[in-house]
């Protein structure tokens, strides 16, 4: 294969991941993920069964790759990586609260959880030094932020985000 020709199959294979992730975010916001099918998503994109199964196993599989392409991204930005994260969520409120809410998939809100705590891991390395002898561990430390920082988010995308990304 020439380089012009795989740079044509890149260009539409990422303009296919794109259509698919678009149509599952949006299907995601109207039915919720538990109702959501790979019919609906393929129907949405325009694109034929087999070729969403080109790219992903599932919508699993798809919801899976999306996070690790937002973390991606996010984590590398010039802003630190939290507030970062905050803008997307911002910028896609409506399916981080479905998919944070009753409507979403436990499984995502524990990887949101875990990206989370990665973040203020790397973020804050020098501030959570090695706890002294009467003071939590700082995996502790960090799974109490990852947490608070996961009911902020949940309470600011259920609150209609009155406030400022950057005052989360």
Request: overall charge negative; charged content about 25%; aromatic content about 10%.
């Amino acid at each position: 294969m020439t380089q012009k020709s795989e740079a044509i199959e890149d260009l539409r294979v990422r303009r296919t991941r794109k259509l698919l992730q678009q149509a599952f975010i949006e299907l995601t916001v109207e039915k919720g993920f538990a109702a959501l099918t790979v019919r609906d998503i393929t129907e949405r994109a325009m694109v034929n069964r087999s070729t969403f199964y080109r790219h992903y196993l599932d919508k699993y599989d798809l919801l899976e790759q999306y996070m690790n392409e937002i973390h991606e991204l996010t984590a590398n930005q010039d802003a630190p990586g939290p507030l970062n994260l905050l803008k997307h969520i911002q910028q896609l409120a409506d399916f981080y609260r479905v998919m944070l809410g009753p409507q979403g998939d436990p499984f995502f809100a524990q990887r949101f959880r875990q990206n989370t705590e990665m973040r203020f891991r790397s973020f804050s390395a020098q501030a959570l030094a090695e706890p002294g002898p009467d003071e939590p561990p700082v995996d502790l430390r960090l799974s109490c932020i990852a947490y608070a920082g996961l009911g902020a988010t949940t309470w600011w995308l259920e609150q209609e985000q009155p406030c400022s990304y950057d005052e989360v």
